[in-house]
């Protein structure tokens, strides 16, 4: 099994990255995929989940409007659209993988790509 994160870089305040997570091991459409990150000294915080179909998403509070989550399942690839960037998005950005019938089933992460927003 294997989640496989890109895209991360460095972008300027107001700027726009798109990340993409490549599954691989598992049948990727019976999983929910989230992306989830974590700063220097805080909580890994979730971001955004998309369920295996793609039908429904959801995001934290602090990305709305502003983030995109998205999946191809004939690709097994989960994207995150960020837009419109911030100082405090500043994180290193993991996906997960979670079987759509139970966590038992399957969980899965990847090992994150380092998003750093900065002038």
């Known amino acids: 099994v294997q989640l496989v994160e890109s895209g991360g870089g460095l972008v300027q305040p107001g700027g726009s990255l798109r990340l993409s997570c490549v599954a691989s091991?598992?049948?990727?459409?019976?999983?929910?995929m989230s992306w989830y990150r974590q700063a220097p000294g805080k909580e890994r915080e979730l971001v955004a989940t998309i369920t295996s179909s793609g039908g429904s998403t959801n995001y934290a509070d602090s990305v709305k409007g502003r983030f995109t989550i998205s999946r191809d399942n004939a690709k097994n690839t989960v994207y995150l659209q960020m837009n419109s960037l911030k100082p405090e998005d500043t994180a290193v950005y993991s996906c997960?993988?979670?079987?759509?019938?139970?966590?038992?089933?399957?969980?899965?992460w990847g090992q994150g790509t380092q998003v750093t927003v900065s002038s």
């Open positions: 091991g598992f049948t990727f459409s019976r999983y929910d």
């Open positions: 997960n993988a979670e079987h759509t019938i139970a966590t038992i089933l399957g969980y899965y």
